[in-house]
């Protein structure tokens, strides 16, 4: 399924090549619309819709990760983690991870207690780097606002929640 959201962005990319002379951007998303689908259809013939359908997708690509947190925390990374959090992660998940921010009404989330061990057991740190940096569904992705080093640190601060 991510796949699909990767390859709309190549698709949009040669769509506008197609077009250089004066594109209405209607005609380069009509295109891009009956485009997608054609590799979609071929690689995962299960939801050939829903490129079709998805806005920018919020993922961008985390590139290679490794496959073990290569990050030592210290208590100055995990302060400048911690105040990511807040800004970044707390109107979401809440300050302390139980999952009841000030956005969460609103946006009509589902979330989870990341206080609560079980929520994060079945994730490897390699999964909540990709998670953080990529977004996923209503979560937005973290991107490049943060650097590898914090994105680590992120996942490190937020494991914690549940040691308290
Ligand atoms: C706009 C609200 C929002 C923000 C901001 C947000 N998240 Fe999320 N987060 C979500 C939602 C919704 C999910 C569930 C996604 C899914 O499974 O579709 C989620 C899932 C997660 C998960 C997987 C476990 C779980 O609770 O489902 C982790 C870990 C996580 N977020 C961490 C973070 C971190 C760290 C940040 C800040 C860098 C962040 N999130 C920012 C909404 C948000």
């Not at 690509?61 to 990050?71: E, H, I, L």
Request: charged share 20%; aromatic share 4%.
């Amino acid at each position: 399924m991510l796949k699909l959201l990767f390859a709309v962005p190549p698709l949009l990319f040669i769509a506008l090549l197609a077009q250089t002379a004066a594109a209405p951007s209607a005609q380069t998303a009509a295109f891009a619309q009956t485009a997608a689908p054609e590799p979609a259809a071929a690689s995962e013939p299960a939801a050939p819709a829903e490129p079709a359908t998805a806005p920018e997708p919020a993922v961008t690509p985390a590139g290679p990760v490794p496959d073990t947190n290569p990050v030592k925390p210290t208590a100055e990374s995990q302060a400048r983690a911690a105040a990511t959090y807040k800004i970044d992660c707390s109107m979401c998940h809440g300050a302390d991870g139980n999952g009841k921010g000030d956005l969460v009404a609103d946006m009509g989330l589902k979330m989870q207690d990341l206080r609560v061990p079980a929520t994060l057991q079945g994730m490897s740190d390699k999964d909540l780097y990709i998670l953080i940096h990529d977004g996923k569904g209503k979560m937005p992705a973290e991107g490049d606002r943060a650097k590898p080093d914090d994105v680590w640190n992120l996942v490190i601060l937020i494991r914690s929640f549940a040691k308290k």
